[in-house]
């Protein structure tokens, strides 16, 4: 409570007293016009990031033209912002080609905070509640069941399995967003698939980011912008015949269709909402949501996927660990969510690949919506807050060892505490798809290791890089692996 009145008094002091009188931020230096764009056009932004914080503190200002951007580092002060200062900092950034992504500014992800985004939030995340309780579990263990067949038949070749993953991820959410899933080769999927993966990459290029920042350059040709704009008339196209197809077919849907998110969204549709201004929702709405879904929950899932296989290839008596736990507690049999607590082990991997890989290491951009404090800095209005989460989970005084991979300080006398993890955000932009993410983590991981054995594929000569590349998403570099079946129960 005394932290409460203090930040409070700060807070009223800032407002009498406004940046003079607070400490300010450091920062680099920042250039004329370009201010600090070159620190943020680097090829793995996170870790440079990070590596400016060992310099510069936990948090510290960049200057990038007209906008003045805050990064936090360490997860004690990423916590003051998104959880306990959550409504002073749950707004959006505008920009220029954020509007262009999310159909000026109407989606979940990218929207400002606001009467109508609480209400589109809420029916999202009732919906997407709603299907997860009635059949989020089987439709993880039918896609997990699907991805072992397509192992299978790899018969014992090296392969790269991140389309594989990517497939299985799409699928859960297909399934629960319209009661469809797909082929690898369906020409549908692909067609999803390339489009929804072009804007995430270009969108997070430094091309199309230097648009927000410089109006000037919109003003001149720009081939990735150009491109931009053509994927997001693509995916706008897919998603709106899908919506239609449901809206037709809806007197003949299968009980599978029947429960879909997009059914939920729908019945939401032309009712009130429950705010003070009476929000009502539209087929806009219902679109954008199934953007965030699809976008939110496919790429995310896929990559943490990929970073598992990479990490255990690196060190192989931790994966032989994990299955003699799974041999041994499940007893042949495939694992259920629940068997969750009985698996420590196992648990312990998911929470250690997702501390070195948040597969959003930079969360997705907060804006202060008033004037506020953050660790005794005055922030003002509409300063944009960059939560590096790669940052706070390799904060060295936090974590012993923080660049390596040692799932056994997760285990009990292992000294670290998933309590200290932040890889879905928090506060009122918590990640949407965090109960769901989280299932299909444990389902998808406990289902590959209790059925192969990942080897390093025989040409290669190193073992996966775990660098990655970094944009929206951070993803491993494409690398080869052998999934050997093991033997039966
Ligand atoms: C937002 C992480 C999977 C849907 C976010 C954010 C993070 C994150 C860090 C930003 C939070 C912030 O702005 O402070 C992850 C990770 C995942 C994952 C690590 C898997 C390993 C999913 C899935 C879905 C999803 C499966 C959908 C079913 C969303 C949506 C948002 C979001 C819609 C925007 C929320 C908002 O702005 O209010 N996620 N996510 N995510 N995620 Fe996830």
């Known amino acids: 409570q005394s932290a409460a009145v203090g930040s409070r008094l700060l807070h009223s002091f800032y407002q009498f007293f406004p940046c003079s009188l607070s400490p300010s931020l450091p920062g680099p230096l920042s250039l004329p016009l370009l201010g600090n764009m070159l620190e943020l056009a680097h090829d793995h932004l996170p870790s440079h990031l990070t590596s400016l914080a060992r310099r ?34 749950a707004g959006r950034p505008h920009s220029y080609t954020g509007d262009v992504v999310s159909g000026g500014g109407r989606s979940i992800s990218l929207g400002d905070y606001s009467e109508e985004w609480r ?52 699928n859960v959410i297909t399934t629960l967003a319209f009661g469809k899933e797909y082929e690898k080769s369906s020409a ?23 648009l927000d920042s410089f ?15 053509k994927e997001v008339a693509r995916r706008d196209d897919i998603i709106r015949t899908h919506l239609d197809e449901y809206k037709m077919q809806a007197p003949s849907k299968t009980s599978e269709e029947a429960i879909a998110i997009t059914s ?69 049999r495939y694992p259920q969510y629940s068997d969750r607590h009985r698996l420590p082990v196992l648990c312990a991997v998911i929470s250690e690949v997702l501390r070195l890989r948040p597969v959003a290491p ?30 706070a989970h390799h904060d060295p005084a936090v974590w012993t060892d923080p660049y390596a991979f040692k799932p056994e300080r ?23 798809g965090e109960a769901v993410a989280k299932m299909e983590l444990f389902l998808f991981t406990a289902y590959l290791l209790r059925d192969f054995q990942f080897v390093p594929a025989e040409s290669q000569t190193s073992l996966p890089d775990l660098t990655g590349v970094a944009s929206v998403v951070l993803k491993a570099k494409a690398y080869t692996v052998i999934a050997r079946p093991r033997p039966g129960p």
């Open 56 to 89: 510069y503190g936990n948090i510290y200002r960049l200057k990038c033209g007209n906008t003045t951007m805050v990064v936090l580092n360490s997860g004690d002060i990423i916590r003051e912002a998104l959880v306990k200062k959550w409504s002073d900092f």
């Open 119 to 170: 209400a589109h939030r809420r029916l999202a995340h009732n919906a997407l509640q709603r299907c997860s309780q009635q059949s989020l579990h089987g439709v993880i263990q039918k896609q997990a069941l699907h991805l072992r067949q397509v192992l299978l038949d790899y018969n014992g070749r090296a392969a790269d399995l991140s389309e594989d993953f990517t497939v299985a991820a799409s």
């Open 188 to 210: 549908e999927l692909q067609r999803l698939h390339g489009c929804l993966n072009e804007i995430v990459s270009l969108w997070g290029s430094p091309w199309i980011s230097a």
């Open 215 to 229: 109006p000037l350059l919109r003003k001149l040709p720009n081939p990735p912008f150009s491109r931009l704009l």
């Open 264 to 332: 939920a969204l729908l019945n939401g549709l032309g009712k009130p909402q429950d705010t003070t201004q009476g929000v009502v929702l539209t087929d806009t709405h219902v679109h954008m949501a199934t953007v965030d879904l699809l976008i939110g929950g496919t790429e995310t899932t896929a990559a943490w996927l990929s970073w598992t296989v990479a990490f255990l290839l690196h060190r192989p008596e931790v994966q032989y660990r994990v299955y003699d736990e799974l041999c041994s507690v499940l007893d042949g």
């Open 362 to 391: 930079l969360a997705v951009p907060h804006r202060a919506i008033r004037d506020s404090s953050i660790a005794g800095y005055f922030i003002p209005k509409n300063t944009v807050i960059i939560p590096n989460l790669f940052g």
């Open 410 to 432: 997760f285990l009990e006398g292992g000294g670290a505490s998933t309590r200290a993890l932040l890889p879905f955000g928090g506060g009122a932009r918590l990640c949407l």
